[in-house]
């Protein structure tokens, strides 16, 4: 599993115009809702709203990565969002979120779900590769950014 | 100058199986049922009560003797000791499972040594501040401070892709403050020369300043690891991860930690004892928990349950987060290599850790031990230089095998020694050797 697998350039946005956790949340599910073909909104929005709940996954340094697990979808699906302005979260560092990765998989796959947001955290708490995400122009640079950091990272791993 | 060994257990075994091939051993063993396996070892078996002061007589223990009481009862252990001790001034080395007799009988506790127990060993304990300092260093597999902290030894697995690779230790130029001590590859553990070349997989070991470790870690090992400690996740909440979590919390306010434990109990008494760990109640193998708990951001992550089984399978969860360390207990010595294979950063055993530590101290005669490594296999040791010593260069001492002089200490100066350096009468040398060569390095100086 690699992230470019499951985030497309139609399911990037980086000038999400937003003001609310809430419609942070929503607008990363409509992404998914256009580009996923059968899938519904509202158990999807319900399953990421309930993790939510449980403890925020607003993870500092200004990322969140709202996630959910729904039969809605059949296969994981990513997909990731800029504010223009930065959005109060109820984050772990209480500071304001504005890059946002929303991660949704079936119910039966907890161990691909699992890794992949790993990944996506472990690739965010590195400072340059944040730096670069709040740079970047397309959703093409965004997948390329991915791409090199994810190489880097973790294709030396045994 | 005999080994006697109070106990029949798994730990006894381990013991009589490193000491018999040095040493006269004698093992005392109080349940017939477990004489037989002691059969292909050169040990003499003496079935009774460790604990009974005419088994100790009859044995004609002496002053220059070790007694060592590893069965699997503490009580047991303890007694045998005040035994040992009223029968002759042997020496006595005592085993414990328990936190109060360890601290009743330590004499650490800034008490007089207790009369009949000249060293305690509590294998957790010891497992425990080894994963700790472990835990600290980012990327490191094994770490030691030396000196008070003005030389370190750390330890670390080349990943492939390294910077490490494709070149000979001498034209790799590493920082002149380090000098590369050993290195463990499969069963073989050696001391590198200049023309040596490391391959993916190996350990090396490194000793040397803090400021030259930190160099080399920022040049050869960053990309490998997260680059900061900040999360650590212990599933399992017993004796050894509450130590952890104890020892993480004094020595680095900053790390958040998590424990998690299945036991309700255990988790209150934990909370209650620990200041700002999070003592989460739960399975560390259930993917929901890990998910909720945001385990997947850790920075290490320790397995000490007290299966090993279990501890494999929240590891290679962990490994399946890629979270840059996982550490493991591995109860039984035998996954201790197999755990490693499956790519676990570090697997330790507990018994092992402590009896190899014993042995190497039984051996020790002018030389004082400072730290053992890779479960036994190598050796840091300190010697003083005699007055009547004539001053070497160290590229003219007499080639050591698989030793080396890693650090100098002169008139209260500690410095890593480079070839063109010398040794001279009354220095202070913290030489690192693997155990075979221990005993032969002490004979030149």
């Keep these: 599993m690699r992230l470019t697998d499951i985030l497309t350039v139609d399911r990037i946005n980086l000038d999400l115009d937003v003001q609310t956790k809430d419609e942070v949340i929503e607008s990363l599910v409509d992404l998914v809702v256009e580009t996923v073909k059968g899938t519904n909104r509202d158990a999807i929005l319900k399953a990421v709203r309930a993790r939510e709940q449980l403890m925020s996954t607003g993870v500092g340094n200004s990322v969140a990565i709202p996630h959910g697990k729904t039969n809605a979808v059949k296969s994981l699906v990513a997909a990731f969002g800029r504010c223009s302005v930065p959005v109060e979260y109820n984050a772990l560092d209480d500071q304001p979120v504005s890059l946002v990765f929303l991660l949704v998989g079936p119910e039966d796959a907890a161990g691909p779900h699992i890794k992949a947001l790993s990944r996506i955290s472990r690739l965010l708490s590195y400072g340059e590769f944040r730096s670069l995400l709040s740079s970047v122009t397309t959703p093409e640079e965004v997948l390329a950014a991915i791409a090199a950091e994810e190489k880097h990272h973790f294709e030396l791993k045994t | ?445």
């Excluded at chain 2, 009223?86 to 936190?99: D, M, P, R, S």
């Excluded at chain 2, 910077?163 to 069963?187: C, F, I, N, S, Y």
């Excluded at chain 2, 207990?329 to 950063?345: K, W």
Aim: hydrophobic letters at 40%; glycine letters at 6%; a negative charge.
């Design chain 2, 1 to 445: 100058m005999r080994a006697i060994i109070a106990g029949s257990g798994d730990i006894a075994y381990q013991f009589a199986g490193e000491l018999a091939e040095r040493r006269d051993t004698v093992v005392i063993a109080e349940n017939p049922g477990e004489v037989s396996r002691f059969d292909k070892l050169d040990v003499q078996m003496i079935i009774g009560s460790s604990a009974d002061a005419e088994v100790l007589r009859g044995l004609d223990i002496c002053e220059q003797d070790d007694f060592i009481a590893c069965s699997d009862s503490d009580e047991r252990n303890i007694i045998a000791c005040l035994s040992a001790k009223q029968v002759c001034g042997v020496h006595t080395i005592c085993f414990v499972t328990k936190e109060e007799y360890y601290r009743s009988f330590s004499p650490d506790a800034g008490r007089e040594p207790t009369s009949f127990i000249d060293r305690i060993i509590w294998p957790q304990k010891m497992l425990a501040e080894e994963i700790a300092r472990i835990v600290l260093v980012p990327g490191a597999i094994d770490v030691e401070i030396l000196e008070g902290g003005r030389i370190w030894l750390q330890e670390y697995r080349i990943q492939p892709g390294s910077p490490l690779l494709g070149k000979t230790l001498q034209q790799l130029d590493l920082h002149p403050g380090l000098l590369a001590v050993a290195r463990a590859r499969d069963q073989e553990f050696s001391v590198p020369r200049g023309n040596t070349m490391f391959e993916p997989g190996d350990k090396v070991t490194f000793m040397g300043t803090r400021r030259a470790l930190r160099s080399l870690e920022r040049h050869f090992f960053r990309r490998s690891v997260a680059d900061k400690v900040t999360n650590v996740t212990i599933i399992g909440g017993g004796n050894v991860g509450g130590i952890i979590a104890q020892i993480l919390e004094e020595e680095a306010e900053k790390i958040h930690i998590k424990i998690i434990e299945q036991d309700l109990e255990r988790c209150e008494t934990l909370a209650a004892n620990l200041k700002s760990a999070l003592v989460l109640h739960g399975d560390g193998s259930d993917l929901e928990l890990l998910d909720v708990e945001q385990i997947y951001l850790s920075s290490v992550l320790v397995a000490v349950t007290s299966h090993d089984e279990k501890d494999l399978l929240c590891s290679l969860l962990g490994l399946e987060m890629e979270i840059p360390k996982v550490i493991t207990r591995a109860t039984n010595p035998a996954n201790v290599h197999l755990f490693e294979s499956l790519g676990i950063s570090v697997a330790l055993n507990p018994a092992l850790t402590a009896i190899k530590t014993v042995v190497a101290f039984l051996q020790e005669t002018s030389a004082k031990l400072l730290a053992v490594t890779e479960q036994g296999k190598g050796n840091v040791i300190e010697i003083e230089v005699s007055a009547d010593f004539t001053t070497t260069q160290i590229s003219d001492l007499p080639e050591m095998e698989d030793a080396i002089v890693a650090a100098i200490v002169r008139k209260g100066k500690t410095f890593v020694p480079r070839g063109q350096d010398t040794i001279e009468p009354n220095d202070r040398l913290l030489i690192f050797a693997t155990q075979d060569a221990t005993e032969t390095v002490e004979q030149y100086f």
